[in-house]
């Protein structure tokens, strides 16, 4: 399992970055949650995102266990921190 703690750096309409995000984190086998405050999420499920929200500058927690562990955290990192 990895744990992680990113700051959100997203711009713009958050509807299209959920909506992305969601397609990037259903490409891998691993469980991927985000977790904000008391909130935990299923990066895969675009209703548990949308209640989420992303917007700029906000702090999550990335939590990913699973054979591809390491290459899911490093693509949700990416996208989500917009390092892509």
């Known amino acids: 399992m990895i744990k992680k703690n990113i700051d959100v750096s997203l711009g713009g309409d958050e509807t ?48 990913v266990e699973g054979e591809d562990e390491e290459n899911a955290m490093l693509e949700m990192e990416n996208f989500l921190t917009h390092k892509n």
């Open 16 to 63: 299209r970055p959920i909506a992305m995000l969601v397609q990037l984190a259903s490409q891998f086998k691993s469980r991927i949650e985000i977790r904000q405050d008391n909130m935990v999420v299923n990066a895969k499920s675009i209703m548990g995102m949308m209640t989420l929200g992303l917007v700029q500058g906000q702090k999550l927690e990335i939590d």
